[in-house]
Each structure stands twice: as structure tokens, then as C-alpha cells.
């Protein structure tokens, strides 16, 4: 069964930074285009970060120079460095394949930047 257990969040000031880290089992993780999405307070699902098969990466603009996605086929875990956090990055995070498993949400990390 496919499964993506995210961990890695925290409560951080503004310009802090976090480390996140996602666990997928049951794909075969090398195959497929990766994602981290996320859910602020009030708001829908957006995607923040994707990173292709090939290692290609592409970003939110919102987050643009600040995050950096990683993959590791080897150990299947996708990763996302976040520096210089503000408020606006306030969100449960999720990672997910690109588009992504609908019926196959992880419980997601909480990430919280408040001074």
C-alpha cells in the first residue's frame, strides 16, 4: 500500500529554518515525479516544491530562493530545506508523487514560524 510518512516540522521564528523529511513505501519511489504540497490555516492544498525522475526541480514562486527539494532513490525519502521562513509558510506539509495519490495523504508535518 502506498504510504509517505512526513516528519520533520516544528515550531521556528521568522527566518528560521527547517529541515523536512518524507518516508514513502510501497511505490517503487525512483519511478515517479515527487512533491511537497501544503495547507496553511484557511486555505486549500498547494503545491510548494517538485522534483522530477531526473532530479529536475521547480518551485512556488512564494518560496522561490529560500526552498530546496532533494530526493534520495536509494533510501526513498524526499526532503525540503526551508530557510528564511516567515509567517506566510505557516502549514501542514505534505509530500505526495506528482500529480499526486489522491487517496494516499500522509498525516503531514505541522510547520509554525511565529515570533
Known amino acids: 500500500q502506498v504510504q509517505f510518512v512526513e516528519s520533520g516540522g516544528g515550531l521556528v521564528q521568522p527566518g528560521g529554518s527547517l529541515r523536512l523529511s518524507c518516508a514513502a513505501s510501497?511505490?517503487?519511489?525512483?519511478?515517479?515525479?515527487m512533491a511537497w504540497y501544503r495547507q496553511g490555516p484557511g486555505k486549500e492544498r498547494e503545491l510548494v516544491a517538485t522534483?522530477?525522475?531526473?532530479?529536475?526541480?521547480d518551485y512556488a514562486d512564494s518560496v522561490k530562493g529560500r526552498f530546496t527539494i532533494s530526493r534520495d532513490n536509494a533510501e526513498k525519502t524526499l526532503s525540503l530545506q526551508m530557510n528564511s521562513l516567515t509567517t506566510e509558510d505557516t502549514a501542514v506539509y505534505y509530500c505526495?508523487?506528482?500529480?499526486?495519490?489522491?487517496?494516499?495523504w500522509g498525516q503531514g508535518t505541522q510547520v509554525a514560524v511565529s515570533s
Open positions: 505526495n508523487a506528482r500529480p499526486p495519490f489522491w487517496n494516499y
Open positions: 510501497g511505490i517503487i519511489f525512483s519511478a515517479f515525479n
Open positions: 522534483i522530477t525522475k531526473g532530479g529536475s526541480t
